[in-house]
């Protein structure tokens, strides 16, 4: 049984010179691809679940740390779902060809759950952390696919 989708938090749009076909495994290589060994240990630290890598990228029933992929379309949209101490969340990307390229949406949903999870929230959300690393990731993907 799924569980209601945590509260909006933010979205990132950016429009990438390029075709769908090419900007979605840059997006895959970006966001569900090897994290890098510093995010795995934030990840246990902060008892993320699912705690590993595993799978295609981005690929339907694949992991990553703090990420499970429950819904996936190739090259057209996603959904990643996780949890740790002091949040549940859920980050989805939709992509939608235009005239010109292919337009990329990423919304993010979560919750913080208890005093630790208020302070989670000012330390990554209201300090701007989650926002800075997300535009960063955007430009990282219209950099690579255009």
Do not use: C, N, Q
């Amino acid at each position: 049984m799924e569980t209601a989708r945590p509260p909006f938090v933010d979205e990132h749009r950016i429009m990438v010179d390029a075709p769908t076909e090419r900007v979605w495994p840059v997006l895959a290589s970006e966001f569900g691809g090897s994290s890098g060994r510093l995010f795995e240990v934030y990840a246990r630290f902060i008892g993320a679940k699912p705690l590993r890598s595993g799978g295609e990228p981005l690929a339907e029933g694949s992991t990553l740390p703090g990420f499970a992929v429950v819904e996936a379309v190739p090259g057209r949209s996603v959904r990643l779902v996780g949890r740790h101490l002091y949040s549940r969340y859920e980050l989805t990307f939709d992509l939608t060809e235009r005239p010109g390229g292919t337009l990329v949406r990423a919304r993010t949903y979560a919750s913080f759950p208890g005093p630790l999870g208020r302070v989670y929230r000012l330390l990554v959300i209201e300090s701007g952390a989650h926002r800075a690393l997300m535009v960063r990731r955007m430009a990282a993907v219209r950099k690579r696919a255009e």
